[in-house]
């Protein structure tokens, strides 16, 4: 036990060394070479960072252009409804690449049938909607999960190399032998638990503002639905 006690606090202290050895050539290191220190598998945590950026940016923009005014829609096609204008209530809907739009479309279109048969196109039409607006989350979650699992294996290749480092020398360990391992460790450790927080915590976010929409959908969705039950004086429709 002695002799494995002393061995870990050498080598501790060449790994110290090696830390400060490392700080000190930091300042005349470039960003591109320290990540280059990391490894090979720097190389699918750089793949997953830019994939990650790539579904945030489309899932943001996405969903900021699924926003629109609900109780304008609903006003607008109450009233084209009230006048018998079917047909008109359809363009109206056409008109906008939206969500709820295309919801309330569904439903419109199936006027005249059992309330029923309405209610059931709406509803298939908005789990197609909540789908495509779910579309590559399911990426983001993989990210937030595996990209940290290849930083804490870069951690272990990276204590194997050192280890082998002392091997090879049969123990006379110095600062400079263990750097190249230790460098990897440490920069495939901190490079996957960056890119797993930032996917992790726009995951979380992105949830959110579908759980809103959705739950904005499904509250349109209701109106319409009322709406369509409510006596109106007028009954002509449109041919």
């Known amino acids: 036990m002695n002799i494995i006690s002393l061995f870990l606090l050498q080598v501790a202290e060449a790994e110290t060394d090696s830390l400060a ?142 280890f082998m480092d002392i091997q090879s020398l049969q123990g006379n360990v110095n600062p400079s032998v263990l750097a190249g391992g230790i460098w990897e460790a440490l920069i495939t450790t901190a490079t996957g638990l960056i890119v797993g927080i930032i996917a992790y915590g726009f995951y979380n976010f992105l949830l959110g503002k579908i759980n809103r929409m959705v739950f904005e959908l499904e509250n349109a969705s209701a109106d319409f639905v009322d709406l369509l039950q409510t006596p109106s004086p007028k009954k002509r429709t449109e041919a």
């Open 21 to 162: 050895l490392m700080l000190q050539e930091e300042s005349s290191m470039s960003f591109f070479e320290i990540l280059q220190q990391g490894g090979l598998l720097m190389i699918p945590l750089f793949i997953l960072s830019v994939l990650a950026i790539y579904v945030i940016a489309e899932r943001w923009r996405t969903l900021e252009n699924s926003r629109m005014d609900v109780n304008t829609m609903l006003n607008n096609i109450e009233s084209l409804l009230k006048s018998g204008s079917q047909h008109r209530a359809v363009q109206y809907c056409e008109e906008f690449d939206k969500p709820l739009a295309r919801i309330l479309k569904s439903g419109i279109r199936r006027l005249g049938r059992p309330i029923r048969d309405i209610e059931d196109a709406i509803h298939n039409a908005g789990k197609k909607e909540i789908y495509s607006l779910e579309k590559r989350m399911n990426w983001l979650a993989t990210i937030a999960g595996v990209a940290p699992l290849i930083g804490f294996t870069g951690t272990v290749t990276g204590m194997i190399r050192a």
